[in-house]
């Protein structure tokens, strides 16, 4: 009799079934559910398609309108002042010239004079007019809720310039007395005998742009008031920052867009449409690695299965020649002569030498042969060995009934009469 020579070789023999057993499970389980598969994946590659095209060419759902600026102009302006000194003093000579200065003195500086410069910037202009007036506004005003309680009214300056260009600049000059002023409320106070609220000294600017500019038809107009406070002898010109007198105008138009899709829509359609599209991918690839179940894949995964589920009312055993004596009747399952076997009180055995399963009756034996695995390994060296036990036990082994290993068979002996072939045995290779 020949054996292995460690039990190394049953180890790699069982990693090989199990092997075998997970690749022709993958192979069917792959071609049953294939069909679906395709269906499911297709489907996620046509949703995901018409997602994207949603999202990206052709976008749904109501347009958003929204204001687009179509042109921009500003009219500008902006203003100066400064005084000259009329008596000389220890700090500025008579006939020094201030400039914008923060403060001036009454006493030494009492005419302010001023220019208001205003004008437009834009990319095109025609026939375009800028008119630009001064006034002083001297009133007593209640502080708490505004009531004006007297009023006079002085023009300082006007001017009315045509034809005037982007960024051409229109002046309009103004002095303003402050000393006389002053001198001039004194008395309306005076004649009033009273001076109710608080009295204001104000310029009063106002700037107009008429003419096509930027391709239409413009007509805006603007005023401003910069206060002059005197207190103390001193008088300042609170004429805020340089833009103050610059005002932009803008034109919308209204303009529809098409609403901007959120991102389960444009990150999700281009998702299902590479889950589609690497799902069919991989269906192709196993499709082509693991092939086609066979009939006989299907017919063994069957008796696996049968094995297993029935594997606690199996019990195997090295059978004598005369326990296969006699009439026999071949079960086509494994699972069908099991069922017999339970039905009829019998044990049912299995013989790991003969790869046979029966179940014994006084009148015949009903006996299933497993069928091969799909793929065996078998030695070259034991296939050429005549022992037909050790053959047969290797085809036992191959076939995964669980049965004991070579190892474990070693010291099994055939009964009498061994040797003669019997119904379920394999005997010599063809």
């Given at each position: 009799?020949?054996?292995?020579?460690?039990?190394?070789?049953?180890?790699?023999?069982?990693?090989?079934?199990?092997?075998?057993?997970?690749?022709?499970?993958?192979?069917?389980?792959?071609?049953?559910?294939?069909?679906?598969?395709?269906?499911?994946?297709?489907?996620?590659?046509?949703?995901?398609?018409?997602?994207?095209?949603?999202?990206?060419?052709?976008?749904?759902?109501?347009?958003?309108?929204?204001?687009?600026?179509?042109?921009?102009?500003?009219?500008?302006?902006?203003?100066?002042?400064?005084?000259?000194?009329?008596?000389?003093?220890?700090?500025?000579?008579?006939?020094?010239?201030?400039?914008?200065?923060?403060?001036?003195?009454?006493?030494?500086?009492?005419?302010?004079?001023?220019?208001?410069?205003?004008?437009?910037?834009?990319?095109?202009?025609?026939?375009?007019?800028?008119?630009?007036?001064?006034?002083?506004?001297?009133?007593?005003?209640?502080?708490?809720?505004?009531?004006?309680?007297?009023?006079?009214?002085?023009?300082?300056?006007?001017?009315?310039?045509?034809?005037?260009?982007?960024?051409?600049?229109?002046?309009?000059?103004?002095?303003?007395?402050?000393?006389?002023?002053?001198?001039?409320?004194?008395?309306?106070?005076?004649?009033?005998?009273?001076?109710?609220?608080?009295?204001?000294?104000?310029?009063?600017?106002?700037?107009?742009?008429?003419?096509?500019?930027?391709?239409?038809?413009?007509?805006?107009?603007?005023?401003?008031?910069?206060?002059?406070?005197?207190?103390?002898?001193?008088?300042?010109?609170?004429?805020?920052?340089?833009?103050?007198?610059?005002?932009?105008?803008?034109?919308?138009?209204?303009?529809?867009?098409?609403?901007?899709?959120?991102?389960?829509?444009?990150?999700?359609?281009?998702?299902?449409?590479?889950?589609?599209?690497?799902?069919?991918?991989?269906?192709?690839?196993?499709?082509?690695?693991?092939?086609?179940p066979t009939a006989a894949d299907r017919e063994w995964l069957a008796y696996r299965d049968d094995r297993e589920q029935f594997d606690e009312v199996i019990t195997v055993l090295?059978?004598?020649?005369?326990?296969?004596?006699?009439?026999?009747?071949?079960?086509?399952?494994?699972?069908?002569?099991?069922?017999?076997?339970?039905?009829?009180?019998?044990?049912?055995?299995?013989?790991?030498?003969?790869?046979?399963?029966?179940?014994?009756?006084?009148?015949?034996?009903?006996?299933?042969?497993?069928?091969?695995?799909?793929?065996?390994?078998?030695?070259?060296?034991?296939?050429?060995?005549?022992?037909?036990?050790?053959?047969?036990?290797?085809?036992?082994?191959?076939?995964?009934?669980?049965?004991?290993?070579?190892?474990?068979?070693?010291?099994?002996?055939?009964?009498?009469?061994?040797?003669?072939?019997?119904?379920?045995?394999?005997?010599?290779?063809?």
């Open positions: 009799m020949w054996f292995r020579s460690t039990e190394t070789d049953g180890a790699t023999e069982e990693r090989t079934r199990a092997d075998a057993e997970h690749r022709v499970r993958l192979r069917v389980l792959l071609a049953t559910y294939r069909t679906g598969a395709v269906v499911v994946l297709v489907c996620l590659l046509a949703a995901g398609a018409w997602v994207s095209y949603g999202a990206y060419a052709a976008p749904t759902g109501e347009a958003e309108t929204a204001r687009q600026v179509e042109t921009t102009w500003t009219a500008t302006g902006n203003i100066s002042h400064g005084a000259s000194v009329t008596e000389p003093t220890a700090v500025y000579p008579a006939g020094a010239r201030l400039e914008n200065e923060p403060l001036y003195y009454s006493a030494v500086s009492p005419t302010v004079n001023g220019t208001f410069v205003g004008g437009y910037a834009a990319d095109s202009a025609a026939d375009v007019s800028v008119s630009l007036t001064v006034e002083l506004v001297y009133q007593s005003v209640d502080p708490d809720n505004g009531t004006v309680y007297w009023r006079e009214r002085e023009p300082l300056a006007a001017t009315n310039e045509t034809a005037v260009q982007p960024g051409e600049p229109v002046t309009a000059a103004f002095d303003v007395n402050v000393s006389a002023v002053t001198a001039r409320i004194d008395r309306i106070e005076s004649d009033l005998g009273a001076s109710p609220g608080e009295t204001e000294l104000l310029l009063v600017l106002e700037r107009g742009i008429d003419g096509t500019i930027d391709g239409a038809e413009r007509s805006v107009a603007e005023d401003y008031t910069v206060p002059i406070a005197v207190a103390d002898g001193t008088y300042r010109v609170e004429d805020g920052a340089s833009d103050a007198y610059d005002e932009s105008y803008e034109e919308y138009e209204a303009v529809s867009a098409s609403p901007a899709a959120g991102p389960m829509r444009s990150l999700g359609g281009p998702l299902l449409v590479a889950a589609g599209l690497g799902g069919l991918g991989a269906l192709v690839v196993a499709s082509r690695r693991f092939g086609e090295l059978l004598p020649d005369a326990a296969l004596e006699g009439p026999q009747a071949h079960v086509d399952t494994l699972a069908a002569l099991a069922a017999y076997g339970i039905d009829v009180d019998t044990a049912i055995v299995f013989d790991p030498d003969r790869s046979v399963y029966a179940v014994r009756r006084d009148d015949f034996v009903a006996v299933f042969e497993p069928p091969r695995p799909p793929s065996i390994a078998v030695d070259d060296d034991i296939s050429d060995r005549p022992d037909s036990s050790s053959e047969t036990g290797s085809e036992a082994d191959a076939a995964g009934d669980g049965g004991p290993a070579p190892s474990e068979r070693r010291n099994h002996t055939r009964p009498t009469g061994a040797d003669a072939p019997t119904a379920g045995e394999p005997g010599e290779e063809d």
